[in-house]
C-alpha cells in the first residue's frame, strides 16, 4: 500500500554535537527517519578519510551495498574507483557517501528491483548528509548524477546542463540555508551506474574522466 504520511526526518536520530563520522556511524543505523529502513538491510552510511579534501555524493545504495553496509562496493563503485585513478585524483584524499542511506527497492519475482529515492526520502534523509559535511569540511562536493544534485542543488537540476562546471556551494543550492555550512566548490557529473548502462559505454566512461579531472585539478 502506498503511504501518504510524510516521513518525520533523520534529525532526531542525529547526535547534537558529533565529533567525528564514528560517532555518527552508529546512531545512523538505528534511523527510522522515512520507512525505508523497514525494507532494506541496513544502514549504509559514508566511509573515507575523515578529513577528505573531495567528497562524492550518490544516489543511494545499491543491492550490493545494502548487503555489505558499504557504499560504492559493487558494479558501479568499481567503475568509479577506476575513473578516480584514471582522473588522477588521491583515492586517499576521499570520502564517499549517499543523499539516502538506505536502499529503496521493489521486489520482482524474487529480485529486488532499484527505485529511485523520492523527494520525501532525501528530505528526511539531508540531516544526516549535513552532518558529514560539517564534520568533513571539504574543499569540493563530486555530485554524481540526478538524485545526488536534487539533494544538494534543488529539484530544477539537471545533470545535462550543469556537468563538468565548477560552480560555488551550497550558495548554488535552491535553499543554501538547508547546508549550514562553509562555502566550497561543487561540480556534477554522471552516475558510474549510468556508464554501465550506457549504449556505448566508452564515450560515458571517457566523460566522466573528463568531469573528474576538472575537480582533481580544482584541490590541486
Ligand atoms: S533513508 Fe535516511 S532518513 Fe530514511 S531511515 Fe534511512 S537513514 Fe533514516
Same mark, same amino acid.
Given at each position: ?7 518525520? $526526518? ?24 522515512? #520507512? ?9 552510511? /559514508?566511509? $573515507? ?8 555524493? +550518490? @544516489? =543511494? %545504495? $545499491?543491492?550490493? #551495498?545494502?548487503?555489505? +553496509?558499504?557504499?560504492?562496493? /559493487? ?12 582522473? +588522477?585524483?588521491?583515492?586517499? #584524499?576521499?570520502?564517499? *557517501?549517499?543523499?539516502? !542511506?538506505?536502499?529503496?527497492? @521493489? ?5 529486488? &528491483?532499484?527505485?529511485?529515492? $523520492?523527494?520525501?526520502?532525501? *528530505? ?7 552532518? @558529514? ?5 571539504? !574543499?569540493?562536493?563530486? &555530485?554524481?548524477?540526478?538524485?545526488? /544534485? !536534487?539533494?544538494?542543488?534543488? %529539484? ?7 556537468? /563538468?562546471?565548477?560552480?560555488?556551494? %551550497? ?5 543554501? #540555508? ?5 562555502? &566550497? =566548490?561543487? &561540480? ?13 559505454? @566508452?564515450?560515458?566512461?571517457? +566523460? ?13
Amino acid at each position: 500500500m502506498q503511504r501518504t504520511d510524510a516521513p518525520i $526526518g533523520a534529525q532526531q536520530w542525529v547526535p547534537p554535537h558529533p565529533r567525528s563520522i564514528d560517532e555518527l556511524k552508529p546512531a545512523a543505523a538505528d534511523c527510522h527517519g522515512c #520507512e525505508l529502513y523497514e525494507n532494506a538491510t541496513q544502514t549504509v552510511f /559514508g566511509r $573515507g578519510a575523515p578529513h577528505a579534501k573531495i567528497v562524492f555524493v +550518490g @544516489e =543511494q %545504495p $545499491g543491492d550490493v #551495498e545494502d548487503r555489505h +553496509g558499504l557504499p560504492f562496493v /559493487g558494479p558501479a563503485g568499481r567503475l568509479l574507483r577506476d575513473a578516480v585513478d584514471d582522473a +588522477g585524483i588521491d583515492p586517499a #584524499e576521499l570520502y564517499i *557517501t549517499n543523499a539516502v !542511506k538506505h536502499f529503496r527497492f @521493489e521486489l520482482r519475482g524474487g529480485r529486488r &528491483i532499484h527505485q529511485n529515492p $523520492g523527494p520525501a526520502h532525501i *528530505t528526511a534523509c539531508r540531516p544526516w548528509l549535513v552532518s @558529514e559535511f560539517s564534520l568533513l569540511k571539504p !574543499k569540493l562536493v563530486v &555530485i554524481l548524477g540526478a538524485t545526488a /544534485g !536534487k539533494a544538494l542543488l534543488g %529539484p530544477s537540476f539537471r545533470v545535462t546542463r550543469s556537468r /563538468g562546471q565548477l560552480m560555488p556551494w %551550497p550558495a548554488s543550492a535552491q535553499h543554501p #540555508e538547508d547546508f549550514p555550512v562553509a562555502e &566550497i =566548490q561543487a &561540480i556534477a557529473t554522471i552516475h558510474p551506474s549510468a556508464v554501465l548502462r550506457a549504449d556505448d559505454r @566508452e564515450t560515458a566512461y571517457r +566523460g566522466l574522466v573528463d568531469d573528474l579531472r576538472v575537480a582533481a585539478a580544482a584541490v590541486a
